[in-house]
């Protein structure tokens, strides 16, 4: 039986057993001596001594529960460290650690409830200060045109209103991107999945960044079969991969190259590869985190949201994306999805 699993249960059984045997023995005894009242008197004896030992048994039981009651309410009042010992056998020291479970679980969502209140800190203050820039550009680009106004300059009005324009896509950039980064953290991004053709996505994306690529003397490349299937949902996947050429078109100079292949293995792999700067080691293991800019960086129009992007997208396709590179050899972004059926 369960009850008998503790062993103070069963060391009171055996006593009061002991009890009501020795009494047995000793009535026993004093009818063959013919002691008058001697198996009364053995009996009496026996139920006291048990009572005895239920008594010592039931207080220290009491007390039991009423440390873990302590214990308790100690964790209500804040003690997160607050615990029942249950270091005994027993269906009551079963109890006592299941509760021990339920203050674990509540500490850790509370610590998690914690995390995420600071996180959501760390990204109001990282937007404040993101939008600062344009912002302030913005205004001294107003007070110029309101200046030019009166004096009739519309070259100059023009130019700062270019310029003007370029800001308000940045902060319409910044906005954008946290939203579906937020989406992402929030679970409310439905992944659907379908089979697509990885040529014509690649060459989709090579079109988007064809003339940007002209105007600054760089060449986009594509390798990769061109009847091999993707499953994917297209629209993120274009959006992870985009922002990974975009970023490799923002580290490069004049006459260097951004190549984007595709093959099949254990895995399908795409990577982006470029002919640029490359990442400095210091920042090798940071560049996926949000707003991170490096002090050895030369963008000064990133705002550090692409690559964490693109990441959280290829992790929703349970895929994987890496980065490795030395400075001044380029830069090599590898995806790997796993293949999955529909």
Known sequence: MNIFVNEKIKLLFIRILLCFFTAGLCSVLAACFRITYGGIICCFCAGLAAAGFCYQYFKEQNRILEHAVSQIQEFLSGDRSARIDCNEEGELYRLFHEVNSLAAILNAKAENEEQQKKFLRNIISDISHQLKTPLAALNIYNGIMQTEAKTSNLSAIQEFTDLS????????????????????DAGS??????????????????EQFSFRASQEGKEIILSGSGSLPLLCDRNWMMEAVRNIVKNALDHTKHGDTVKISWRQSASLQITVEDSGSG????????????????????????????????????????????????????????INLIPTKL
């Open 189 to 206: 991004i439905i992944i659907e999945k379908k089979e697509e053709n990885i040529l014509k996505m690649m060459e989709e994306i090579k």
């Open 165 to 184: 324009e370029q800001e308000l896509d940045r902060i319409e950039t910044l906005v954008q991107t946290l939203l579906k980064i937020t989406k992402f």
């Open 279 to 334: 990442i400095h080691p210091e920042d090798l293991h940071h560049i996926f985190k949000r707003f991170y800019r490096s002090r050895y960086s030369k963008d000064t129009q990133g705002i550090g949201l692409g690559l964490p992007l693109a990441k959280s997208i290829v992790e929703a396709h349970n895929g994987t994306i890496e980065a490795d590179s030395l400075p001044g050899s380029g830069a090599v972004f590898t």
